[in-house]
């Protein structure tokens, strides 16, 4: 199930969504840092965005061109961190 947006579209939720993480990387907040990448891969995970939508849209916010490979390199090597950092504190927080 796609996400479904009411108030903007796909490109502009997108574009805020990295700019939400490129300021919370650059701020230094870890925990907002790692909240908004365990929340992408969910919706990755739940088949709302696909794998190669994400990495589109990365691209496009950041002036990249990251192909199929690299993106994955990108993604076993900062983004699964930083899920399973998040994951982490939330499991810890249950106990």
């Not at 916010?61 to 690299?70: E, I, M």
Request: net charge positive; aromatic share 14%; proline share 1%.
């Amino acid at each position: 199930m796609a996400l479904t947006l009411n108030h903007q579209t796909s490109a502009q939720f997108a574009a805020r969504f990295w700019l939400r993480v490129q300021r919370a990387f650059n701020s230094g907040n870890k925990v907002e840092f790692c909240r908004l990448i365990w929340w992408l891969y969910n919706r990755i995970q739940a088949g709302d965005l696909t794998s190669d939508q994400v990495r589109t849209t990365y691209n496009s916010a950041f002036g990249k061109s990251l192909n199929t490979a690299q993106w994955n390199t990108l993604v076993t090597t900062r983004f699964v961190p930083a899920r399973d950092r998040y994951q982490a504190m939330l499991d810890e927080a249950t106990l």
